[in-house]
Every structure is written in structure tokens, then in C-alpha cells.
């Protein structure tokens, strides 16, 4: 039996939504285990950025996706990465670029992050409802 | 229009307080009390991104904040103070008695706190401190998000909050 894949990349979102996205990209594609999962329930600032500096510094992590730009975690990880200049954040993310971004594993963690946000733009659209509001 | 809301988050600037209260209140600015931040460029830049561009961030000291709180209270625009922890809004209200109603909005955990809420835990310096500022005749009450209730803080320290 193959290993997991390892963990290329966290998704630190709130609430339960990392876990969410992760077990949507598991379901799809079996490579949900690339995604480190964190939820910033019961933490504080402090510990937001100790836990992404943890990761960054002794797993090596690269890459990080956070949901809103303006969330704690996109502040802790902005804190985090100072002096990581390699370290790639990649704020509002959905499930498209987490499936760009897996599928993507012939390019280096922080190069997929990058490379999956224009799928995650291209996803997001409006169908229907008539005539658009001016 | 007053302050309509002074809390203490030590998440500062982050979703609940820019997209919960943000929104429902048509924000118009936020006074971010911290010393550390006001003396800090980069801080100030970090938390002036995750703010929508119609949203003013004014960046104060404590001791700055107590100086310009009438100014505040001018404006006409629905605002916001915040501090990172309890001891700046304690020092905070004990140089503006104007303030007389404070938010606990997300203090979490650390060595030597004990948890009160999901979202408030509270070492017991900090309790007496809070149990201080309402013997002032400040009202202290926990409230996470709009749609939550108020938690007094009788209740908040009884176990009763949840």
C-alpha cells in the first residue's frame, strides 16, 4: 500500500472550512493528505503565528493558503513568513486552487501556490439571476 | 456619534471585527490602541491591508487614544476601538471616563488564564481588573460576534456564559 502524500502546503482557514476543503479535495482527487489543515478556533494571535512558524521553520512548509484576506490568519502568516522570503501566501482561497494545487506536484510547493490562483479567480462566477445591477 | 463599540480582541483587525460588526454597523473608522503597533510601521501597514479602503485605521497609543477621544467622539461615522488586551483598556478608561462600556471580544488562551468562554480566557489579574472597571460603573459584557447576546460579566466569570 502507497504512503500518504506528504503535506505541501497548509490551509489555515476559519472555522471548520480548512477540514472542509481538505476532504473535498481527498474525496476528488485522493490527495486530500497534502493539505495541512488549521483552524483558528479557541487561539489567539499569538499562537496563530507561533503554530505557522512552527511549520514554516520545522516542517519546512512553503506554502500556505488562508480564506480572507483581511482574517487572523492571513495576519499571522504575514507575520510568520518575515524572513522567509521563499514562503508563498495565498489569501481567499477555494476549492479550485486547492485542486490546481494538488494535481500540480511536479512543481515546487510555493510555485504551485502561485500557479493555482489564477484557476481560483476563473472559478468564481454568476450564472443567471437577469440583467446584471448597474 | 460615539464609539459604538469598545473591544477588546487581542486578534486586533481581523474578519469578525472588519466583516461581523464592520458591516452590520456601515463602519466608517477603527482606533487601534496598542503601543507596540503605533511605534511600528510595518504593524501598522499589516493591519491597514486587511481593512477595506473606505475604512479609516487610526494607529494610537494608549496614552494617545486618551488624548484624542473627544475628537473621536465627533465623528460622525460609526467606529470602532480596540485593544489587544485587558490592561490597555483598563489604562485606557482609567484616563476617559467618557468610556463606559466594554467589549470582551476575543481574549484566548495563555499560560496562567482559565477559560470563561469559547472565545475569553482570563488570568486572575485580569478578573479583578474587570470586576474594577464595573465597580467604576463601566458595563463589561462578552459578545463575540453582532448576533450573539451579551454575556455579562458576572455571568462570564460564574461559568454561566454558554
Given amino acids: 500500500m502507497n504512503n500518504p502524500p506528504a503535506v505541501r502546503a497548509l490551509v489555515a482557514a476559519h472555522g471548520d472550512l480548512a477540514a472542509g476543503l481538505a476532504s473535498a479535495v481527498d474525496r476528488i482527487t485522493g490527495r486530500g493528505s497534502m493539505l495541512g489543515i488549521l483552524t483558528n478556533a479557541g487561539l489567539g494571535a499569538d499562537q496563530m503565528e507561533a503554530t505557522l512558524r512552527e511549520r514554516i521553520e520545522g516542517d519546512g512548509i512553503r506554502a500556505i493558503f488562508t480564506d480572507l484576506p483581511s482574517g487572523s490568519w492571513t495576519m499571522a502568516a504575514r507575520r510568520a513568513m518575515r524572513g522567509h522570503e521563499d514562503v508563498v501566501l495565498v489569501t481567499g482561497v477555494n476549492l479550485a486552487a486547492l485542486l490546481e494545487f494538488v494535481m500540480r506536484d511536479d512543481l515546487e510547493p510555493a510555485a504551485g501556490a502561485r500557479a493555482c490562483v489564477d484557476r481560483a479567480r476563473a472559478a468564481i462566477g454568476a450564472i443567471g439571476g437577469g440583467p446584471r445591477a448597474a | ?162
Avoid at chain 2, 80 to 91: A, K, P, Q
Avoid at chain 2, 95 to 103: I, K, P, Y
Wanted: charged share 30%.
Fill in chain 2, 1 to 162: 456619534m460615539p464609539l459604538e463599540l469598545c473591544r477588546i480582541d487581542d486578534r486586533l483587525i481581523h474578519g469578525q471585527v472588519v466583516l461581523g460588526w464592520g458591516q452590520q454597523m456601515r463602519l466608517g473608522y477603527i482606533v487601534l490602541v496598542d503601543d507596540e503597533v503605533a511605534e511600528s510601521e510595518w504593524e501598522r501597514e499589516l493591519y491597514r491591508m486587511g481593512v477595506p479602503p473606505e475604512v479609516d485605521v487610526i494607529f494610537e497609543t494608549v496614552k494617545g487614544a486618551a488624548t484624542r477621544l473627544a475628537e473621536f467622539e465627533r465623528d460622525p461615522r460609526p467606529g470602532i476601538l480596540l485593544t489587544g488586551d485587558v490592561e490597555s483598556m483598563v489604562r485606557l478608561v482609567g484616563m476617559c471616563t467618557a468610556l463606559r462600556e466594554v467589549n470582551l471580544g476575543g481574549i484566548h488562551h495563555k499560560n496562567g488564564r482559565v477559560q470563561r468562554l469559547r472565545y475569553v480566557f482570563l488570568s486572575p489579574e485580569e478578573e479583578r481588573a474587570l470586576r474594577a472597571l464595573e465597580a467604576q460603573g463601566v458595563a463589561v459584557t462578552a459578545r463575540d460576534v453582532p448576533g450573539a447576546r451579551p454575556i455579562p460579566l458576572s455571568d462570564v466569570l460564574a461559568g454561566k456564559g454558554e
